[in-house]
């Protein structure tokens, strides 16, 4: 699957779970999930469950944050979380 | 402190820098007219751009009435201002515009949910949401939390203690030790209680209309507190800091049970399915978080369970079992603490964490209530939903970091309300103060706005008539009427709410500063260790011969702390080069180039113990427990700086022991600039005089036993590790349960260019050596699947007298544990030439990597092994070799992906990967299609030459847009063939064929697509890549992506 069309399937997820926030203006790959979407991480805990409803497919969420933590990243671009999905969708 | 109630004096003179941000607050009459202000306000910044925008926001806010339509925003510049308000009033201009909530802080409500003081509470958090250096940057901007922080530094200077503050807001070198304090139990439960009165502070100048209150967890304190519950602060504050003293004691020297507390992503119930073995839920946060408790061994069953069901896990890094039963040991001084206290009825509605529901009235009930808050589960979502039944709309998080407000979204998520933190870590506090009050102003929660520019903006106490702030107060339960200043009797009944209001949390500051003196004053320091055990301080001792890791000694304080550094340097540290991550000689052309050096875990284990020997010299280590590894120590070409930092924690003059809590870490790297903050391990070093007798050997018992089928060759082939950590001798017998083998100790001579003698405390390639016996049992396994082991932890290492001498053959035992798909944990028993236990390892923790171990033996032989395979159906030249990767998750993360560039690329190749300008994605990108150009190449060589090539040995360039592949270090019989690479979905494909021309294409196929489309496609593809023309296609479909590959000539 296409970066982009993940992008907009990001976006469709994203409004859904979160649906009274509103994205930045400008959103690309180097968009923090934390500190420009202000996101806390039980948020993407959920974002992680609706993809995989969305997906219709377990996503191995769990060892990605943990590596993200293991590698001491203190936040997620959505540009990582493209690559996790353009891995496992 | 504050000193008046009814007419709050002129706050001391604040600062005039440490606003980076303002708060816009807009009122319309209505929705239109709110639009147009918007616009008014874009241009006039515009026009102005410098204009001074504390000085604007100060007039909205002098300008502000009640009711409307209004909009807050958060800014630091008029451009971005113009911005935000010209998106705005697009925004507004749309009917279907419920609501503007964007992180960018713009806020707008069509339905305001503050309705009455009823519908606003207060949340206090507990212990967890303290975290090094909070509010800190609040000092500058608001007087009253300096005074807060300053009273601290105050009462320790008077009390002859270190402050409590040097720990909140350590310097930037003393943050790890600060965040290992702030786990303590008196430290983290005052150092919240700390924070939440700086930010009720705030609040209170606000004058926010608070309803109700409740905390989580230890924050109920701060809650019961500010309902007026517990007024007894003569009794209680200088007992409670008694006791906080003394239950600290107890977990310092007893340990308490062994107990892990396990966060998890998932509500109870998802716990609850998989629970056994007395793991309980100690906190239901929310949805997607509780926390679990119970005996180590059987949090780890339950880890493992949902770990395999997908859940995030995350172990807490604190044992103690709050909200179980398991704490009741920890309870009788505190119910001692509880049981004069005079309990009162609450003023304002107080709600419990344990029961869910408001605290009962009766004084007993609410003491009861309290004290067994400690043993009973935190009901933190049911809480929640209570409140919000009982009208409460607008959760306020009144102290640091934020986590309660991230639970209450989730629980309540789907309906109308909100959770305002006052404070987050990721944004400074001046700027989360303003979207807190952008938030509440949108909500229209009448608000204080001058506390934000009073003593700054100078045009502020004249411009601003009393009239227009906002004052609405409420210190009754949430059904009290509001009282609305400006309405048409209010004045009066405003001073005298306000007064009420004020007398309220005045009287809360005042027991809070009861709390807080008593604790501070009395607080005890780590403690100095007796002099009987400081043997080295006997002038006849000789003086202790260096050791081998200990170079520039930063700070020392004999029998406190000790801080040293020293650089981390491939040329003097030649151990490194032995331990080099994705594999060893993987070129011809220079047989020296290896994998990535990083830093043994053993080293670190070393450094600390020769970090817990100098603060308690004359002792030796006993054992090291607790280890935890959070990231790598990769060696640089430049030589970095290792920073290793230790305390005592706990001394036991009567056993003669003594802890030394240590952390290792660099400070920076290649793959993080700046590490001061991020240990890469720490541990608890226990130190002795003399050490332990040996125990009995653990059962070793092994089902299904038999020889050994591999070699130490085999197993050496398989490590990364180099000749000097190669200790094994023998591979004797294994089984289910784990393996035997023997070693011997090889010399210390060449581990350090310049020291051919170290002195060591605990033989740290020893002891790594020993633990390769775990990884030939992994290799005796038919299953080599997340075969792939690297540490992250140990429960203890354990020694029973001093390291085995030189040449010493030592039995050892390998035990495993437990195994699970992402973990392993075994146990290792070592012993000494006379057979007695020299070393005993447990609960040893390994992440399990899953790179495609049977194509590619990640740290074999480079030659011989593709990352890649082959894809012979795809391949259109006798010739040639298709190859194809899915790169493997695990080999994307940055310093596997280094690794990995170490050992298949040429210099000027690494020269290009570290100086990468680009996007990590792109980088990721590149370094797979280079290597799957190289692993066709060396393929079609290999299959016509019979020559095996190392990638590392094949220089690529980009040239007109296609890799070309040059032999490194002078020609060959012939030049590499001609190579085409292509991607597409995450994966990659190359072709390399003895031709003129060649082409490769890679091409999808939808669920449920036509293939046939797609193979022509792809043929379509692949013979454009070549240029077209004659050409010989072959297509071949490989999972859902068809591959083609095209080449103008056959040469067989």
């Keep these: 699957m296409s970066p982009d069309q993940l992008y907009r399937d990001l976006s469709t997820v994203m409004a859904a779970a979160f649906p009274d926030r509103d994205p930045p203006e400008a959103v690309g790959p180097d968009t923090r999930v934390f500190a420009d979407l202000g996101m806390a991480s039980i948020e993407l805990v959920v974002l992680g469950e609706r993809l995989e409803q969305f997906y219709g497919r377990k996503l ?30 | 402190m504050p000193t008046t109630l009814t007419d709050p004096a002129a706050p001391p003179a604040p600062p005039a820098s440490g606003w980076d941000t303002e708060v816009f607050v807009l009122r319309g009459d209505d929705r239109a007219d709110l639009r147009g202000r918007a616009l008014a306000l874009a241009d006039r910044v515009e026009r102005q751009p410098g204009v001074t925008l504390s000085e604007v926001a100060a007039g909205l806010a002098a300008d502000l009435a009640p009711g409307g339509s209004r909009l807050g925003a958060v800014s630091g510049s008029a451009a971005d201002l113009a911005k935000k308000l010209r998106r705005t ?22 339905q305001p949910l503050y309705a009455a003081p009823g519908s606003l509470a207060l949340l206090f958090p507990g212990e967890g949401a303290q975290y090094p250096g909070m509010l800190a940057d609040l000092c500058g901007v608001f007087p009253e939390v300096e005074e807060t922080f300053a009273w601290c530094d105050q009462l320790a200077a008077e009390a002859g203690r270190p402050s409590l503050r040097a720990v909140l807001h350590p310097a930037p070198e003393d943050r790890a030790a600060a965040e290992a304090e702030l786990r ?18 705030v609040l209170w100048n606000l004058h926010l209309p608070v309803g109700a ?10 809650a019961l507190l500010a309902s007026g519950a517990m007024g007894a602060e003569k009794v209680l504050g200088p007992r409670l800091a008694d006791t906080m003293d003394l239950m600290q004691r107890q977990e310092e020297q007893a340990g308490g049970p062994d107990v892990t507390l396990l966060a998890v992503g998932a509500g109870r119930a998802a716990v609850e399915e998989v629970a056994a073995g007395g793991v309980v839920v100690a906190m239901d946060n ?16 339950v880890e493992a369970a949902l770990l395999a069901r997908g859940l995030v896990c995350e172990r807490l890094p604190f044992r103690r079992p709050y909200h179980t039963p398991l704490f009741e040991p920890w309870m009788g001084p505190f119910r001692d603490l509880f049981a004069p206290v005079p309990f009162e009825r609450p003023h304002t509605p107080v709600y419990s964490c344990s029961t869910g529901a408001r605290f009962p009235d009766d004084p007993d009930a609410v003491r009861d209530l309290a004290v067994n808050h400690w043993v009973s589960p935190v009901e933190f979502a049911r809480m929640i939903e209570t409140m919000y039944a009982d009208g409460v709309r607008l959760f306020v998080e009144a102290g640091p970091r934020g986590n309660l407000s991230a639970f209450v979204e989730d629980v309540l998520r789907g309906r109308p309300f909100a959770a305002l933190p006052a404070n987050v870590a990721r944004k400074s506090g001046p700027t989360q103060i303003n979207h807190l009050v952008a938030q509440l102003a949108a909500h229209h929660v009448p608000l204080n706005l001058g506390h934000l520019y009073a003593g700054r903006v100078a045009s502020w106490t004249a411009a601003v008539p009393a009239a227009a702030t906002e004052i609405e107060v409420a210190s009754g339960p949430p059904q009290s009427d509001p009282i609305r200043a400006g309405g048409a009797a209010g004045t009066a009944a405003v001073q005298a709410a306000l007064a009420d209001h004020l007398a309220v949390m005045e009287r809360f500051l005042d027991v809070q500063r009861e709390v807080m003196t008593a604790f501070l004053s009395g607080r005890a320091g780590p403690a100095e260790l007796p002099p009987e055990l400081l043997a080295f301080s006997d002038f006849d001792c000789p003086p202790p011969e260096p050791l081998c890791l200990v170079g520039d000694v930063v700070r020392h304080d004999p029998g406190r702390e000790i801080v040293f550094r020293r650089p981390l340097d491939e040329r003097e540290d030649l151990y490194a080069d032995d331990h080099t991550l994705g594999g060893r000689g993987v070129s011809r052309a220079d047989p020296g180039q290896n994998g990535l050096p990083v830093l043994p875990m053993t080293f670190s284990l070393e450094a600390m113990a020769e970090a817990a020997t100098l603060l308690a010299p004359g002792k030796v280590v006993t054992a090291v ?29 009567a056993a003669g ?25 720490e541990a608890v070093v226990v130190l002795a005089d003399r050490y332990p007798d040996p125990p009995d050997p653990l059962p070793f018992r092994l089902t299904d036993e038999a020889p050994c089928r591999s070699t130490v060759e085999d197993l050496r082939r398989n490590m990364f590790h180099g000749p000097l950590f190669q200790m094994l001798r023998t591979l004797d017998r294994v089984g289910r349960e784990g393996i035997q083998g023997t070693l011997e100790v090889q010399p210390r001579d060449r581990w350090f260019r310049s020291n051919p003698d170290p002195a060591v405390v605990i033989d740290p390639v020893l002891v790594d050596a020993a633990m390769h016996l775990l990884g030939a049992w992994h290799l005796e396994q038919p299953d080599w699947t997340g075969r792939i082991l690297l540490p992250i932890g140990m429960k203890a290492l354990e020694f029973f007298g001093p390291p085995p001498p030189v040449g010493s053959r030592c039995v050892v035992r390998g035990h495993n544990e437990e195994e699970t798909a992402r973990q392993a944990r075994h146990g290792l028993e070592v012993f000494g030439p006379d057979g007695r236990l020299w070393y005993r390892l447990t609960s040893a923790g390994y992440w399990r990597f899953y790179l495609p171990f049977g194509h590619v033996n990640f740290f074999g032989p480079k030659d011989e092994y593709y990352l890649s395979r082959r894809l012979a159906d795809a391949e259109a030249a006798v010739t040639g070799r298709c190859h194809f990767l899915e790169p493997p998750v695990d080999l994307t993360q940055p310093v596997l992906r280094a690794a990995g560039a170490r050992v298949t690329m040429t210099p000027a190749e690494q020269a290009a990967f570290n100086g990468w300008a680009g996007t990590d994605a792109e980088l990721t990108d590149w370094f797979f299609g280079r290597m799957l150009a190289k692993d066709a190449v060396r393929a079609a060589w290999a299959a016509r030459h019979g020559e095996a090539v190392f990638p590392a040995d094949i220089e690529t360039e980009a040239v007109n847009g296609r890799v070309v592949c040059r032999p490194r270090g002078g020609p060959k019989a012939e030049p590499f063939p001609p190579v085409a690479v292509a991607a597409a979905k995450g994966k990659v494909a190359a072709f390399a064929a003895f031709a003129d021309r060649v082409g490769v294409a890679l091409v999808p196929v939808p669920k449920g697509g036509d293939e046939a489309e797609a193979r022509a496609a792809a043929a379509e593809l692949a013979v454009a890549d070549a240029g077209g023309g004659k050409l010989r296609v072959r297509t071949a479909r490989h999972k859902d992506v068809v591959v083609a590959t095209a080449a103008s000539e056959v040469d067989p």
Aim: charged letters at 20%; aromatic letters at 8%; one cysteine or more.
């Design chain 1, 60 to 89: 191995p969420f769990g060892p990605f944050l943990a590596g993200l933590r293991s590698r001491g990243a203190d936040d997620l671009s959505l540009g990582e979380l493209v690559a996790f999905l353009q891995q496992h969708v």
């Design chain 2, 89 to 110: 009033a697009d925004r507004l201009a749309d009917p279907n515009c419920k609501q503007i909530r964007d992180a960018a802080g713009v806020y707008f409500f069509d």
């Design chain 2, 184 to 201: 303590k139990l008196g430290p983290s439960i005052f150092g919240v209680l700390v924070a939440d009165q700086a930010v009720i502070r």
């Design chain 2, 213 to 222: 209150v409740a905390g989580h967890s230890a924050g109920e304190i701060a």
């Design chain 2, 286 to 301: 929310c949805p997607h978080q509780c926390v679990a408790v119970g005996p180590t061994p059987a949090v780890a069953a």
């Design chain 2, 625 to 653: 427990r607790d280890v935890r590894l959070y990231r790598w120590l990769p060696f640089d070409p430049d030589p970095t700086t290792l920073e290793v930092r230790a305390a005592v924690t706990a001394v036991d003059p």
């Design chain 2, 657 to 681: 022991t003594v802890e030394v809590r240590a952390n290792v870490r660099d400070l920076g790297n290649t793959f993080l600039k700046d590490a001061a903050d991020k240990p890469a391990c």
